[in-house]
């Protein structure tokens, strides 16, 4: 496979898959790498400097919200991103079109 088409084809997706891992809880920055790396069999292995302008990106557009958490013992502060009702909205929206492209992509590939 070619690393320049499947990038493409990969950053338009990953603030949909952002989006719909925080609707089930808050996450910090790593767990979204692995989570991402795991669910997805190793097709999505992000680096942080990858990850962390989409979160802020999502924070800017009021899709996401972050916050730190209090460090207990020799744990260290952690900033953990949530999912707005805005966002959650929007992760709908992405879906249903991501959906509909992909149906119709699959239909032209299946000609």
């Known amino acids: ?3 320049k088409y499947e990038q493409q084809m990969k950053k338009g997706v990953l603030e949909m898959l952002i989006l719909k891992l925080l609707e089930k809880e808050e996450k910090y920055g790593y767990q979204l790498i ?3 790396k795991q669910l997805s069999g190793g097709m999505f292995v992000l680096k ?3 990850l962390y302008p ?3 990106r999502l924070e800017d557009e009021g899709l996401a919200v972050s916050k730190w958490s209090v460090p207990r ?4 502060s952690r900033k953990y991103y949530k999912i707005t009702e805005k966002g959650t909205a929007f992760q709908k929206e992405l879906q249903t079109l991501w959906n509909t492209f992909s ?7 299946e000609e």
Request: hydrophobic share 35%.
């Open 54 to 56: 989409i979160l802020y």
């Open 1 to 3: 496979m070619n690393p």
């Open 48 to 50: 942080e400097g990858t």
């Open 103 to 109: 149906g119709h992509v699959n239909t032209i590939l």
């Open 73 to 76: 013992d020799k744990e260290v």
């Open 34 to 36: 692995s989570e991402l």
